[in-house]
């Protein structure tokens, strides 16, 4: 998968182990990445086969597919609150959306988006959730435990 200019993306399983494939030689190696979890998401590698590439190291639950939903959200005492948003990115454990103009979102707050989904069945998900990021007007969030929609969104993040 590829994230941004010539660098490709590997999920960090079990938390320490990835599998880094070479995207000219297709060779691919199974290592632990544990060095990097809290410093260096971005690394260098050079294959056996002499070429070098950059991979992004993914330390998440789950993969995340990027996306472009309208949806809602409501998060207590918020300007936000019942204000429309666009779903950025979504996984099985959360999502990162923007809102327009000002708000005074908070990490730890918690509350709720919901969106509709480009399946054919355009199904809509409501899920509550958690603040655990903010970069400007875009705010990451972790659902909050729950099982509602699950087979739905597997179906729908399928690479």
């Known amino acids: 998968m590829t994230n941004n200019l010539n660098a490709t993306t590997s999920l960090v399983k079990d938390g320490s182990k990835a599998t880094l494939v070479c995207p000219t030689c297709h060779f691919a190696k199974a290592v632990s990445v544990r060095q990097f979890r809290d410093k260096q998401h971005r690394v260098k590698i050079k294959c056996k086969c002499g070429h070098s590439f950059k991979?992004?190291?993914?330390?998440?639950?789950?993969r995340r597919k990027n996306t472009d939903l309208p949806g809602k959200s409501t998060f207590d005492v918020s300007v936000t609150s019942g204000k429309n948003i666009k779903i950025v990115n979504l996984s099985l454990s959360g999502a990162c959306f923007e809102v327009r103009g000002k708000h005074n979102l908070q990490i730890g707050q918690k509350g709720s988006i919901n969106f509709k989904l480009d399946d054919y069945k355009q199904t809509v998900i409501i899920k509550n959730a958690t603040v655990r990021s903010i970069q400007g007007n875009r705010i990451g969030c972790e659902f909050i435990e729950d099982?509602?929609?699950?087979?739905e969104l597997g179906f729908f993040l399928r690479p």
């Open 55 to 62: 991979v992004e190291l993914e330390f998440r639950r789950h």
């Open 147 to 151: 099982r509602a929609y699950q087979k």
